[in-house]
Structure formats: structure tokens, C-alpha cells
């Protein structure tokens, strides 16, 4: 089965994504890389934990590997299969033994999404062990100093089939993520999207109004990330009722009556 992995080398091209730290997160990270300790990172959809891996992959020189977690995720997804090809059996590697093997960045984004199985394979490299045996083959890897593993969840989403276990969380130092502060929120959008201040202080107002509603009518609050592709549409030439219901409305809420509520909040800050 093919998964979704994506490969980054930019980073070792020292080409820095766009971020715009928060608070400690970068520092911690770095002293996380240093000692050789894996790091989870928690936060709602949305709010740059990806982004934040991306970049600090790029500021460290590494590699990443990043690999979007999902029900059938299994331990063999993760570390490797023989396959048949031409007549013959050989092993495939996959995406967290290749970044064992190279000394790059790990990156399980949504974790607790995959199988219960992935675990297994996990537990002996967030230890002082930092091994990753490959039963298959017969092979045990040591991981190199640079090898980092982060995994990444949405604490929102938890549940009791859905959970990261106690044992397996302790194994991990932790950030956690919420959406930025109203003028580094802006200043996400002035730099993503190129909007003026005006605009991007506006927006920003208006998703704090959206997430207000968060656990009344909706279930997910309004992400910077979702107010990024809005700010993009209006700096397009989109007129700004189009690109907050294309952007803000319609990805959050299908009921009708909720969306029809929430394009009212709307009009009110960019009604004509």
C-alpha cells in the first residue's frame, strides 16, 4: 500500500519556510535535536504544527520525512515490506527506517490516527535505547545522533478509541500549540498572504469571533490557516463575503441554517 510521505530536502538547502515563532518552541526544539529527544507537538487543526516542523527541519540541515497518519497506517507502512518484482523478493524501506538510516527528521503528523500496532516500533526509539529492530529482516538499526522522531495530534479529536496512551506519551517532551496572538496572527497573514495591516487585523478580528462559537455551532474553530486561503482570495480580487464564505464558512459547518448564521458574523466586518 502506498502512503502519503512527503520528502523534504529543501532543508538542507538552508531554505527557511515562512514561520513566525510563538514563544520558547524553537529554542526547545533545539535543545530537544541536541539531546536526542523525541518531541510531540499537540494543538487544533490548523494552528502550524506542520509549518513549525518544516521549518525548524530547514533551520537544523536535515531531512524530513513527513508522513500524514491515517486508519490503516500499520508498523510495515512505517518501517518497510519485502515486495516481489521481476521474479524476485526484495525489502523496501519505509519512511521512519530511511530516516533512521540518513539522520533525518521523522515527522508522524495526526499519530493517533494510525493503527495501535505503530507503537510497538515506536517505543524503543524514544527511549535511551534509540534502536529501531526490524524483525522482517533480522536487522536492528542505531539510530544516529542526528535521527529526531516528532509526531504531532489534535488533543480536540481525543477519545477513548483515540487516544495516545499515558505510556506512550511520557516518552516524549511536548509543545503545545494554540493559534497566535491577535498581532502575531496578523503578522502570519501580512507575511503569507501579503495583505495590508488593515485587512489582516480585520480578519484576525473576525476569526476570533468564529472561535468564540467553537463548541456552540461549531466544532472546529476558524484555523490561520483557513484565514490564510481568505486573505489569499481577497488579495486576488475576490469581493471579501466570496472568499470568507469560500474559506471560513463552507470548510467548517454544512448545516445550512449555522452557515447562514455564520455569514451574518461576516457581513458585519466586511458587509458592503
Not at 524483525?135 to 481525543?158: C, H, I, K, W
Amino acid at each position: 500500500m502506498d502512503i502519503p510521505v512527503k520528502v523534504d530536502r529543501r532543508a538542507e538547502a538552508e531554505i527557511l519556510p515562512f514561520y513566525r515563532p510563538h514563544g520558547g518552541e524553537v529554542a526547545l526544539f533545539e535543545q530537544a535535536y541536541r539531546n536526542q529527544l523525541p518531541v510531540l507537538i499537540k494543538g487544533p487543526t490548523g494552528c502550524g504544527k506542520t509549518r513549525f516542523v518544516r521549518y525548524m527541519a530547514a533551520r537544523l540541515g536535515r531531512p524530513l520525512y513527513t508522513v500524514s497518519c491515517h486508519d490503516d497506517l500499520s508498523a510495515a507502512d512505517l518501517v518497510g515490506r519485502h515486495l516481489i518484482g521481476d521474479g524476485n523478493t526484495f525489502w523496501s524501506d519505509g519512511p521512519l527506517t530511511r530516516a533512521v538510516r540518513e539522520g533525518a527528521i521523522c515527522y508522524l503528523d495526526e499519530v493517533v490516527e494510525a493503527r495501535k500496532d505503530t507503537t510497538v516500533v515506536l517505543h524503543p526509539l524514544t527511549d535511551d535505547r534509540r534502536i529501531l529492530p526490524i524483525e522482517r529482516t533480522g536487522e536492528q538499526l542505531d539510530a544516529p545522533p542526528e535521527f529526531m522522531l516528532v509526531v504531532s495530534y489534535n488533543p480536540g479529536y481525543q477519545n477513548l478509541l483515540k487516544g495516545m496512551k499515558p505510556s506512550t506519551r511520557q516518552r516524549f517532551i511536548a509543545l503545545r500549540f494554540d493559534f497566535p496572538a491577535p498581532e502575531l496572527e496578523v503578522s502570519v497573514l501580512q507575511g503569507e498572504a501579503g495583505v495590508d495591516t488593515l485587512l489582516a487585523k480585520r480578519l484576525v478580528a473576525l476569526a476570533n469571533n468564529l472561535r468564540a462559537l467553537k463548541d456552540h455551532d461549531l466544532e472546529e474553530a476558524a484555523s490561520t490557516r483557513l484565514l490564510v486561503y481568505a486573505a489569499t482570495l481577497m488579495k486576488s480580487g475576490m469581493e471579501p463575503l466570496e472568499a470568507c464564505r469560500a474559506a471560513l464558512v463552507e470548510p467548517l459547518i454544512d448545516d445550512a441554517e449555522t452557515a447562514a448564521a455564520l455569514m451574518d458574523v461576516i457581513d458585519a466586518s466586511f458587509g458592503r
